[in-house]
């Protein structure tokens, strides 16, 4: 390289806009210089004493091609009034004589060693963040808690594990049925992400009933930073009218209505004709099916089912609509494991025993009951006999205790493709607490139909507010509450109309209503004035609608304006406050007319089965098993022996069913769902690898590196915003206004206004590849302060990666032993890594400027250029040794897997073939990439030894 003496007709490289190609100097006017980069028709000007360029200067052996496309290589090279002239021959051996300005403009300088050579030199710094980032990445990549880390949601075990059992698999197909309040769609958006970034997925369909769309929208964007294009009917037009290509074909992500899509047979067309990886269905209760009749909605989503690798269904009641509606849901999930119902109901009816032996291995005098012939017997249908063998030995019992009841989950269980925690096993919510209000019964409410005795508005006539002795207790009540929010849940949505504009306008009640009739905007807009802790609503009045999808956990007072003859109804209304995130006792308001209908079915539900105060699972069976008889003592509510028959029949059937919910299916349902140990590994896992001070200081290094301007906003927060002098236009995931941001979770869990940064977010991960795909640091210079060379010594530090290329869902990398390949090596061959660690190295290390490293380089070529043929020589022997690291890592692990599935599936048929075949194939595939694999340079740093000051 040459000094900065600016010659027209000179050759040089922008440093910050190296895609340009070569530019000319075309002007050089005092201390103005004018440059016109031929390859970009594009022209820079630039202050002469510090012009961002690099002089482009080819050495003798280098290959280059002149402007008109004839390559030779250099053999001599003479400086006529300031500028070069290249010589030498063309591969026709014809002799050429070129003067600079005549080279080929279009030259992009992105190999280290290419842009060491043109001068293009980057800071200690911006090395040492290339050489972090790559460790982060393979750390993040190599984790088992990869795709989790990123989500802004609790830590809740029960979730963690769920979602990490199945977002591992290959296309997933599972019922998620956990009770109501356990958070469903938060594990559904956990194994959502983690498909997604490790790219088991790329195409996701999600169908929601029409009420829950915009929660979704805005919860996959909030928890999960996952931007989902909702196509509704009017964008399905609009997009029709655009281009002629498939609608659903428009994004990667889609959300969809449920009633929108079933209603319209062009919509349905369309997106079954799409691509899809993985189908996401919501509330899949209301998928009706039975043996003689099957609901529209049934059909359709059977017909994506077939054609989508991956399905996952949410529903809160998975058996409680009965043994029909329950298999018809496994049906979508596996048609082929779940053909028949009749079939079906005698498989289930085996389970008992299973259950039986597993809670025998659980006992504490468990060894003394399994070495007696009768058990060894039974536990011989299900266990292998080494496994057997092992159990009857005193001292190995303990060991063997875990492992077989394991073996007899994964055999025989039903948690493969259904999972359902409940609120026994998931601790820490608070308590549900009953008030009651008896109300004089109004004197014109003359009824024998059911209807009307239970919602006795419909019965009043016009005028019902002013005879409704509910009303006139609900002002009074609501002005004892005044500091309190209060959420009134009734059947009817005109009910919920008349009723809030009532008390808005008779009393100044601060009030909101959601109802079915409102459109999704506005019920949004509702519920977000409802959620308003300084200026909302006191009270959101809802229909039926308000007791399903939303939750309203930041309120602790329900107010059942009636009940549902429907327990499980009754359940789901009271499961928008009672859920993960309340932090207070639920307090239930239910008032009544005395000696009335709904007085009995108060009593009904409270005295019979507790469905107040407790969570009630049998709800549909006891409601099955009392129907004639609720339906007498509700027309003749003033019998109490009646009365008193229709309790003690109630609590008899609760007792029941419960006791048999807690035996045989549930029983080994509720232990393949949740394992205490697995999910508390999980979060431990996942709090090693959140390293939110790391985080903290690699992005300050990031943000000064690509010119992004940060300051403090508060405490854990700060304020990211594009810089003046950005190194490009856009940096990943910063909208032009900036955002707040935070590090740390739970800062982020209680301000949802701010971005939660994790390794995993948009913009850290955006900033990693940004590093890893551009130059910047893959080229440096600095000095080495050290006694153990002789001064003026070249020393050369250099990171080689292993490239694979392969499908990205099949990660290569994380099976390789490490990051990156890191050598030092001297110009006799000898290394030097193991005596210089990478931090000893950059404390070491240090700055030369620009203009003084081009210099050296220009002059040290020859000898620069011995020391990458020192350490390509070096890679090439390690390069062997960590191939066949990494496929034996990978053969072991992808063969326990592939071992285990296959002894699994010959005793249980929830394990799909379709996923052992995968196995085999991605182990196939995987061998191929690894063995093709090839170390490459990534970035070195020459080191010129000097004495310590």
């Not at 002007?27 to 360029?53: C, H, M, Q, S, W």
């Not at 409802?530 to 609608?545: H, K, N, R, T």
Request: proline share 3%.
């Amino acid at each position: 390289m040459s000094d900065n003496e600016f010659i027209i007709g000179q050759r040089w490289i922008s440093n910050s806009e190296a895609e340009l190609g070569l530019g000319i100097i075309k002007k050089v006017e005092g201390r103005r210089i004018e440059v016109f980069f031929p390859a970009a028709a594009e022209t820079r000007f630039y202050a002469a004493d510090n012009a961002p360029l690099s002089r482009v200067v080819y050495s003798i052996g280098e290959q280059i091609q002149t402007n008109d496309q004839r390559s030779f290589t250099i053999d001599a090279v003479q400086t006529v009034n300031g500028c070069l002239v290249y010589q030498g021959e063309t591969s026709e051996n014809d002799s050429i004589s070129i003067h600079e300005m005549d080279v080929d403009s279009q030259v992009h300088f992105n190999q280290p060693q290419d842009r060491l050579f043109a001068g293009q030199i980057d800071k200690n710094n911006e090395f040492e963040l290339r050489v972090k980032t790559l460790a982060h990445q393979h750390k993040l990549h190599s984790s088992s808690v990869f795709g989790l880390l990123g989500p802004r949601v609790q830590l809740l075990p029960h979730q963690l594990y769920i979602a990490h059992q199945v977002s591992q698999r290959f296309a997933p197909r599972v019922l998620l049925a956990d009770e109501v309040g356990l958070g469903k769609t938060i594990e559904a958006g956990l194994i959502l992400h983690q498909q997604l970034l490790s790219g088991r997925a790329r195409r996701v369909l999600i169908i929601v009933p029409d009420n829950l769309l915009h929660q979704w929208l805005v919860e996959m964007l909030r928890r999960f930073n996952l931007s989902f294009t909702l196509i509704d009917d009017d964008r399905y037009q609009a997009l029709n009218e655009q281009d002629e290509a498939n609608p659903f074909d428009s994004a990667q992500l889609v959300l969809c209505g449920l009633t929108e899509l079933t209603g319209n047979k062009a919509m349905q067309a369309d997106v079954i004709k799409a691509d899809w990886d993985l189908l996401v269905v919501d509330e899949a209760h209301h998928l009706q099916w039975h043996p003689q009749a099957v609901s529209d909605e049934y059909v359709f989503i059977e017909q994506l089912a077939q054609r989508i690798p991956g399905l996952l269904l949410l529903t809160a009641t998975p058996e409680q609509l009965g043994v029909d509606s329950h298999f018809a849901r496994l049906r979508l999930l596996d048609p082929d494991r779940y053909f028949d119902l009749e079939t079906f109901k005698q498989q289930e009816a085996a389970y008992q025993p299973v259950s039986e032996l597993i809670d025998l291995l659980s006992d504490a005098d468990a060894y003394a009951q399994v070495t007696q012939k009768s058990v060894q017997s039974r536990l011989a249908e299900y266990l292998d006999q080494e496994l057997l063998t092992a159990l009857s030995v005193e001292t190995e019992f303990e060991a063997m205790r875990a492992q077989a009841i394991r073996q007899l989950l994964d055999r025989h269980g039903t948690g493969r493709i259904l999972f359902r925690n409940t609120r026994d096993v998931v601790k820490g919510f608070p308590q549900r607490l009953l008030h009651t209000y008896a109300l004089d019964l109004p004197e014109s409410l003359v009824s024998s139909d059911i209807a009307q005795l239970l919602q006795p508005e419909t019965g009043l006539g016009d005028n019902w507010l002013q005879q409704d002795s509910r009303i006139s207790w609900l002002i009074d009540w609501l002005k004892q509450q005044r500091k309190e929010k209060v959420l009134l849940i009734c059947a009817l949505a005109d009910t919920a109309q008349q009723l809030e504009t009532f008390l808005k306008i008779n009393h100044g009640v601060r009030s909101a209503v959601f109802h079915e009739g409102m459109t999704l905007v506005n019920r949004d807009r509702a519920a977000a004035y409802f959620a308003d802790d300084e200026e909302g609503a006191q009270l959101l009045v809802c229909s039926e609608i308000g007791s399903e999808g939303r939750n309203f956990q930041f309120c602790h007072h329900l107010l059942l304006f009636d009940l549902p003859l429907n327990p499980d109804l009754l359940e789901q209304r009271i499961g928008r406050l009672d859920r993960i995130g309340q932090h207070h006792d639920v307090h239930i308001h239910v008032p009544y007319y005395h000696g009335s209908a709904q007085q009995v079915l108060l009593n009904w539900y409270h005295s019979g089965m507790n469905a107040f105060e407790s969570v009630f699972a049998a709800g549909r069976i006891v409601a099955e098993e009392t129907a004639d008889l609720l339906q007498t003592s509700l027309q003749q509510p003033a019998n109490e022996i009646l009365l008193k028959q229709l309790i003690d029949r109630t609590q008899q059937v609760s007792q029941t069913a419960l006791e048999n919910m807690q035996s045989g299916r549930n029983r080994l349902l509720e232990r393949n769902s949740y394992d205490e140990d697995a999910a508390y590994q999980i979060i431990a896992e996942l709090e090693d690898n959140t390293r939110a001070l790391e985080l903290a200081d690699y992005m300050d290094d990031v943000f000064d590196a690509f010119g992004v301007e940060q300051q403090a906003h508060s405490v854990d927060s700060i304020i990211i915003e594009p810089g003046t002098h950005m190194l490009y236009e856009q940096f990943p995931a910063l909208p032009e206004d900036g955002l707040t941001a935070t590090y740390q979770r739970h800062k982020a869990l209680s301000r949802e206004d701010m971005a939660f940064l994790s390794w995993e977010h948009p913009m850290v991960f955006g900033a990693m590849d940004l590093v890893t795909s551009s130059e910047l640091g893959n080229s440096a210079f600095c000095t080495l302060e050290t006694y153990q060379f002789k001064a003026g010594t070249l020393l050369l530090e250099v990171i080689f990666t292993m490239h694979c290329v392969s499908e990205r869902h099949l990660q290569p990398t994380r099976f390789l032993p490490q990051s990156y390949l890191r050598l030092v090596v001297d110009e006799t061959g000898n290394q030097y890594q193991a005596d210089f660690s990478e931090a000893q190295f950059n404390k070491l290390a240090g700055r030369i400027p620009r203009a003084t490293a081009q210099e050296l380089v220009r002059h040290a070529r020859p000898q620069i250029s011995r020391l990458l043929d020192v350490a390509q020589a070096a890679s090439t022997s390690q390069q062997a040794a960590w191939i066949q690291n990494a496929v034996q890592n990978m053969t072991e692990q992808m063969h326990e897997e592939i071992q285990r599935l296959s002894a699994l599936a010959e005793k249980n048929p929830n394990i799909r073939q379709q996923e052992i075949d995968h196995l085999i194939e991605k182990q196939q595939q995987l061998h191929q990439v690894l063995q093709s694999a090839r170390l490459t340079l990534d970035a070195l740093r020459v080191a010129i030894v000097t004495e310590p000051s």
